[in-house]
């Protein structure tokens, strides 16, 4: 009973409408750190824009799954890269210009599809079908290029699959064609991903840190990571578990900190064959934030009680496609005063009506967010605050439908 008191009582403070209720979203302005979660029912994309208007896109996946799916976001009259162009034309302070782009991991809920019916290229050298990112590079200009596995794209196993044999004649044509650069991501590093327009300005009070990546996560000290994947030979036995392999970083902006991390999930083994979660290694890197992304969609392997406890966010957002993303004891575990004490929330981009409805008693329902559509996170006043804005992905025009907040950054 003081749990449900404690979860009631945070929804009414923390879903508290404001006069922007009802009103298109005011987009990004100097000095702040925002985060878009945009929706389409077919993948994953989050659009970054930092402090001084450096940006960042991570993933734009577009999938056809077997399993029953989310509702699609405005409609299925365009697919899952264009809804997500059009998304950034409206919030991007550079246009079609984008700092960095960014795969998690080569699964095609982030990189596309090509098993769903899209145009191929042509006279571009080695065709590739315009599907998830490829399509998004349409129109969008990427300056920089990160993902997994460059240069080799053969640690810790090689890399053999169609989707993402399409995502590097993409990346192969971009950089020849726009001048766009890659770089290997560095596990530990500090500011690798940088800030680009006013550095100095920022220097105090803005950072990204590389956590993990390939199963390589950082140990907490500079220069010293962990290859995991190195412990045992029987984790290179096989191609392994893509979600292990995802990258995942920390972001700081003064007082407020964030955590991604793909779908960064599974375990592999030690050096006498123990289990050891590489998400649990991750969250012991990260350490405690305000807002953390959910890995793989909190599904039932993610979100591993460790993890939880390490990172103690205040927030929590799901990227989901899947209605099965959805599981009853993953938002209750996550929501759980057990694992750690405070408040917090659970803000999934979309739950169908029935399993609404399903679990409408549920005692941790009342600590998720009641709203579906896109999701934005809003770091302000030197990250000293942050708000959470729904915003409906039922059309374009970036309507609000409620607004949390504003919340204290930890110290």
Known sequence: MKRLLFLAGLFMLSCSPSEQVGEPYRGWRSGELDIHFIYTGRGEA?????????????????????????????????KAGEWISRYIERVNPSGHEID????????????????IDAPMTQGRG???????????????????????????????????DVDTENYLKFIKYYKKTYGAKQDEFKVGALNQIALLNQPIKYSQSFSIRNLAANGEVWS????????????????????????????????DYGPFSYFSGGDISGSLKGTDGEKI???????????????????????????????????????????VWDQYH?????????????????ERMFYSQYIVDKARKEHANAEWMKGVCP?????????????????????????????????????????
Do not use: W
């Open 46 to 78: 989050i659009f970054h824009i930092f402090p001084d208007a450096t940006t960042m896109l991570v993933d734009a996946g577009d999938y056809q799954a077997t399993v029953p799916m989310t509702d699609p976001k405005p409609d299925l009259s365009r």
């Open 326 to 342: 959805t599981q009853p004891a993953i938002i209750e575990r996550i929501l759980s005063q057990e694992l750690y004490q405070g």
């Open 220 to 251: 907490g000290e500079e220069g010293k990571t962990t290859r995991y994947y190195d412990l045992n030979p029987d984790n290179t036995a096989t191609r392994g578990n893509e979600n292990t392999k995802s990258i995942a970083f920390r972001i």
């Open 126 to 160: 080695d065709d590739y079908k315009l599907i998830g990112i490829a399509e998004v590079g349409e129109t969008m200009r990427f300056k920089n290029i990160i993902d997994r596995g460059y240069p080799s794209y053969n640690y810790p196993t090689d890399i053999d």
């Open 371 to 411: 709203h579906n559509g896109h999701i934005v996170v809003k770091a302000y006043d030197k990250g000293r605050k942050f708000k959470i804005y729904r915003l409906s992905a039922d059309d374009e025009n970036m309507t609000i439908q409620a607004i949390y907040g504003p919340f204290d950054s930890k110290e």
């Open 100 to 115: 960095y782009l960014m795969i998690s991991h080569f699964h095609d809920d982030h990189t596309g599809d090509t098993g």
């Open 277 to 319: 979660n590489i998400e649990a290694k991750t969250g012991e890197a990260c350490g405690e934030v305000d807002v953390c992304k959910c890995s793989h969609h909190a599904y039932k392997d993610a979100m591993h009680p460790d993890f939880l406890r390490n990172v103690k966010a205040k927030a929590y957002i799901d990227p």
